[in-house]
């Protein structure tokens, strides 16, 4: 795109905003194609489990361990990329993650020995770790306040892309028993990002923060291209940085800090304890325990990943119109009701080979759940996270926050197998119906709506001590 920032005599409405909304939306696409890479990551090791286990004869425990030691690694990998994107910036940590992302599934791909696959997996733990630390905070930098929401679900869209993709992919390799073809092909996609990726520009929070005014202020043409509104968004992460602490310092000193981390904490857990990953990691075992063939269980995970992919995108239309809280309640209480379902119906945990009838309540119960967590927690949680933290604090309440999804992630995974085997499928799952439906009350008692906030105003709140339920109702009255 040829343009001079410097030209004002034409009109800016037509001369700039179109273009300039198209170029914003452009980065944040491009920024969240890293989320395919995450999808498929951590979707791929649902079809390749059972062949991996063939091959070199692991117990129930090391099946476990194969999927956990990736999610470890994410929880390292947040918190080397909160110190990276703070000393580097967002834009070059993206582009050392991308790196990782191709060594990573080459490394599977060769591995002679599970000690080795582990090794591989971690690593590519710690790359998808850092692209969900980095990816929606960069984004939540670039976007504007009006379609933050929709580009920041744009990120969890392509997060439903790439699961649905690698279990597409797992469907077809199946056939051929070929695991490493189904862990190595993601390097494909890794190395398309990694090129994509360096045409970024850095953030333009990050570049005023160090400094670097000059660029911030170019950075926020390409991103915004009316002059009035670069200066005011400008003025206003200025007002913000003179007043900033060190990232600790604010929440060890900042009572208004401490409880936007404490949310931001407790929502991404409330993510991963609604048991979506028991589901999406385990889906051919849980299709098996419903008596479901050897078909149905290579391909059902495709007909959930489509539902999880078509329910995102109903979230990304909805978000900036319906509003986070609402969407949020919701789906906790639909998720609820679709694991108590789960669980009456697994009960007897294979017992009895259930009726034809009985595994179409089944699959139906496993769609709805997928469908309610696509459409209110799998994107909100990252978006509110993004949204609620001050700057002043935000590289590290996100490490904080991501790193307990990651944690709260691999506590599931670690235990889902172990869970049914000592106390039977039925009970798991009316254990996973019972923390979706506190799940929905701490989003009853805690949650804002951020609709149409800027972040500047969500901090501004915040800082003036509007408890965390009440942020936005002030100038949602005003309008």
Not at 105 to 126: N, T
Not at 255 to 271: E, H, S, T
């Amino acid at each position: 795109m040829q343009r001079q920032p410097g030209i004002t005599h034409t009109s800016p409405a037509t001369r700039h905003g179109p273009a300039i909304r198209g170029r914003a939306g452009l980065i944040g696409g491009l920024a969240a194609l890293s989320g395919i890479l995450f999808g498929l990551d951590t979707g791929v090791m649902s079809g390749a489990l059972d062949l991996i286990t063939q091959e070199f004869v692991l117990s129930d425990f090391q099946r476990e361990s194969l999927v956990a030691i990736m999610l470890m690694g994410a929880a390292l990998g947040v918190l080397c990329a909160a110190w990276l994107s703070h000393a580097w910036g967002r834009k070059r940590t993206l582009v050392l993650t991308a790196g990782l992302f191709v060594i990573g599934p080459l490394l599977c791909a060769e591995a002679s020995s599970y000690h080795m696959l582990m090794l591989a997996r971690l690593l590519l733990g710690v790359a998808t770790g850092a692209t969900t630390f980095v990816t929606p905070l960069y984004i939540a930098e670039i976007a504007d306040s009006g379609r933050r929401g929709a580009m920041i679900l744009g990120y969890q869209l392509m997060i439903s892309l790439g699961l649905l993709s690698a279990f597409v992919s797992d469907g077809l390799f199946s056939y051929f028993g070929v695991w490493r073809w189904m862990l190595g092909i993601v390097g494909f996609p890794g190395l398309v990002f990694m090129m994509g990726v360096l045409f970024l520009p850095p953030s333009p929070r990050w570049l005023l923060a160090q400094g670097r005014e000059r660029d911030a202020r170019r950075v926020l043409i390409e991103l915004r291209g009316l002059p009035r509104l670069v200066m005011a968004e400008r003025n206003a992460i200025m007002a913000q940085l003179v007043a900033r602490r060190d990232g600790i310092g604010s929440f060890v000193n900042d009572p208004n800090c401490r409880r936007a981390m404490w949310l931001a904490v407790g929502l991404q857990a409330a993510q991963q304890f609604s048991g979506i990953n028991a589901v999406l990691y385990y889906a051919p075992h849980i299709i098996g325990l419903a008596g479901y063939g050897h078909n149905v269980q290579v391909w059902g995970p495709v007909g959930v990943g489509v539902i999880n992919l078509l329910s995102t995108c109903g979230a990304i239309g909805c978000v900036d119109r319906v509003g986070r809280r609402p969407m949020l309640i919701g789906g906790f209480a639909v998720m609820a009701v679709a694991m108590a379902g789960l669980a009456v119906t697994l009960a007897d945990g294979g017992a009895a080979a259930p009726t034809a009838g009985m595994q179409w309540f089944i699959g139906g119960f496993m769609l709805v759940f997928v469908a309610a967590f696509a459409f209110s927690a799998g994107p909100l949680a990252w978006l509110l996270c993004a949204e609620i933290l001050p700057l002043r604090g935000r590289e590290f309440g996100m490490a904080c926050s991501t790193c307990a999804n990651w944690v709260a992630n691999m506590l599931v995974s670690i235990t889902f197998l172990t869970g049914v085997e000592v106390l039977g499928v039925g009970r798991v799952m009316w254990g996973y119906a019972t923390l979706n439906a506190l799940c929905m009350l701490l989003a009853l008692r805690c949650v804002p709506e951020t609709r149409g906030m800027t972040l500047e105003q969500i901090e501004a709140e915040l800082m003036r001590g509007t408890p965390l339920r009440a942020l936005g109702q002030p100038i949602r009255q005003g309008r």
